[in-house]
Each structure stands twice: as structure tokens, then as C-alpha cells.
Nanobody
């Protein structure tokens, strides 16, 4: 069982960048797909993107392609979410989550078994 620890959230001005980290604790990301989700106040949890740890392939929500990028560091057992050209509407709590890679490429939060504690990202306009 893998535990996820997020870091890197904070306050940033619109147009700026931020990088979130998701580290595996007590295990590795082998055989997992690691996803990022976000949840703004009063809204449902939204898929941001994910990465298949074994081959590095990524998927993104269509609305975020080109601004957000997910990558992984094998040596640090960490997944990153690079967010560029941030907008006020990107303000949310961001979560990383993991699901067995055998499930394919799920984009529904309910299919992810392991979750981090979340990190707040606030974009000021």
C-alpha cells in the first residue's frame, strides 16, 4: 500500500507558475498510475491529469492541455505537476492519487484507491 505526500501549494499571482510534488511513502509508484485532481469550493473534484509510472505516458483534461504538465522522477519516487500561466479559476485544493495501472487510464476520482492530503493553490487576479 502506497501513501502519498503532497507539497508545493501556495499563493501565486495570475500568470505565474507553481510546481506541486507528490511523493510516495511506504512504497513505490511501480505498477501505479498517478493522477492529479482538484476541487474548488462548492464544486466537484475535477480530473487534472495522470501519468503511467511504468512508461511515463500522460493524459490531461482537455481544458488544461498546454498549461499543465505531469512528470515523474524515479530516483525520488515523486510525481510533479507543473502549472503555468495560472488563472484565478485554477484556485483549488489539489490532490494526487494512485490507482493500479491494470485499471487502464481512469479519469474518475472514485476509481483511485490512494489519496494524498491535498495542498491549497490560490491564484490572485
Amino acid at each position: 500500500q502506497v501513501q502519498l505526500v503532497e507539497s508545493g501549494g501556495g499563493l501565486v499571482q495570475a500568470g505565474g507558475s507553481l510546481r506541486l510534488s507528490c511523493a510516495a511513502s511506504g512504497g513505490t509508484f511501480r505498477r501505479y498510475r498517478v493522477g492529479w485532481f482538484r476541487q474548488a469550493p462548492g464544486k466537484e473534484r475535477e480530473f487534472v491529469g495522470n501519468i503511467n509510472w511504468s512508461d511515463g505516458s500522460t493524459s490531461y483534461a482537455d481544458s488544461l492541455k498546454g498549461r499543465f504538465a505531469i512528470s515523474g522522477d524515479n530516483n525520488k519516487n515523486t510525481v510533479y505537476l507543473q502549472m503555468n500561466s495560472l488563472k484565478a479559476e485554477d484556485t483549488a485544493v489539489y490532490y494526487c492519487a494512485a490507482v493500479s495501472a491494470s485499471y487502464g487510464n481512469p479519469q474518475e476520482a472514485r476509481l483511485y484507491a490512494y489519496w494524498g492530503q491535498g495542498t491549497q493553490v490560490t491564484v490572485s487576479s
